[in-house]
């Protein structure tokens, strides 16, 4: 199905992100994980592409995984480090794997990577063109509530991000954040420049204390100081902050749903216990059996 029109159908809904595995070594392992969340029946799955299209090759496999499960994949595509040969034949292959949507992203920066070196795509919106003339997929993009660590402005990233839905992105799912209120003042702003397709909140239940520190440095996103509490409290506790990281998502969550937030795309970091944690607390908030 393509995820433009689960929101026809849905009023709110719940998500998982798995990424694929870095080597040959890891894929049984990852599969089987990726197996055990698919099999929570979310909405829908994302499956990352991997920085520098490094674990690109895996992508469509761990996302017909997740179809066979009986759940639609978002196969997630970067461009900034390919031409335009090999996201066709990226598109191709997704295509005849029978995955529908698309999440279109920039990627990161390649090593020695030079802004005035020709290229054939630069911005996230190239691919976002790229894919629509293609046709057959839903496509999503990525926006950030706190502004993208590389933007000089808040105003200034909203503006790139217009030009992101204008080109054809169906569906935007947020960079995770920790504070509700950078969310509803992001989804304000928005719709004020006139974005009005659904915005879905990344949300990312914290379990490893070290790993967040790190996560944070690369992603500019700030920690209120009640979620810097839980972290200083339990960060040499690994059962605690895991139990403590999840029940601080499922509130976020529930504030979310509360104010009409359109979806939840839950970071599981190919934590089944994870997702199942935040499945089993909001199955009545979300209106799931």
Known sequence: MKLKDVWKKKEVTLSFEAFPPKKDSDFASVASAVEKIAQLKPDFMSVTYGAGGGTSAYTGKIAQIVQAQGVTALAHLTCVSSDRDRIHHELDALCQA??????????????????????????????????????????????????????????????????????????????????????????????????????????????????????????????????RMILDKFRERPDAMKQAGIVYAAEQMVDLVANGVRGVHVYTMNKPDVAAGIAENLSKVLGRT
């Open 98 to 227: 029978g995955i529908e949507n698309i999440l279109a992203l920039r990627g990161d920066y390649p090593e020695g990577y030079d802004p005035s070196a020709p290229r054939d795509y630069r911005y996230a919106r190239d691919l976002v063109e790229e894919i629509r003339a293609y046709g057959g997929f839903s496509i999503g993009g990525a926006c950030y509530p706190e502004g993208h660590v590389e933007c000089p402005s808040q105003r200034e990233d909203l503006r790139h991000l217009k030009e992101k839905v204008d080109c054809g992105v169906d569906f935007l799912v947020t960079q995770m954040f920790f504070d509700n209120s950078a969310l509803y003042s992001f989804l304000y702003r928005a719709q004020q420049v006139g974005i009005t397709v659904p915005v879905l909140a990344g949300i990312m239940p914290v379990t490893n204390a070290a790993q967040m520190t790190r996560i944070l440095s690369l992603s500019g996103t700030t920690l209120p100081n009640r979620f």
